[in-house]
């Protein structure tokens, strides 16, 4: 199980850091727009999509206990939640059910691994 931790911890940092390093490739892909001249944006999309997932993983691999790999099922099981919720009430996209679906993977095996 430790090998399917490390796994969903790099996932995590991989898809933190494409948020993090690109935060325009993101705001595109997920089809948000810069306001004016507020940089706001980026930024949160830098920190809440990137830097945030980043640390989650990392700090699960620093900490290695199944608590901590067990947090990175948490948070992307509430991102899940988020999608679902998404796809309900506002409408269904195929990248929004590709989102859900990996979303789902990473927080449910992760907390299956660790919790299960």
């Known amino acids: 199980m430790d090998i399917l931790n490390i796994l969903f911890a790099l996932a995590s940092i991989g898809l ?3 948020g993090w390093l690109a ?9 948000l727009k810069k ?25 699960a691999i620093i900490i290695g ?16 939640i988020g ?4 796809l309900v009430l506002d409408g269904t996209s195929p990248l929004k059910w590709k989102f859900f679906a ?3 993977v990473v927080g ?5 691994v660790n919790f299960g």
Do not use: H, K, Q
């Open 16 to 18: 933190g850091a494409v």
């Open 23 to 31: 935060p325009g490739y993101t705001m595109t892909l997920l089809d």
């Open 35 to 59: 306001s004016g001249d507020s940089n706001m944006g980026p930024s949160e999309v830098r920190a809440a999509s990137g830097a945030l997932f980043i640390g989650l993983g990392l700090g």
């Open 65 to 80: 206990d199944p608590i901590a790999y067990g947090m990175i099922g948490c948070a992307w099981t509430g991102a899940a």
């Open 83 to 86: 999608r679902a919720t998404s």
């Open 102 to 104: 990996t979303e789902s």
């Open 108 to 112: 449910l095996g992760a907390l299956w």
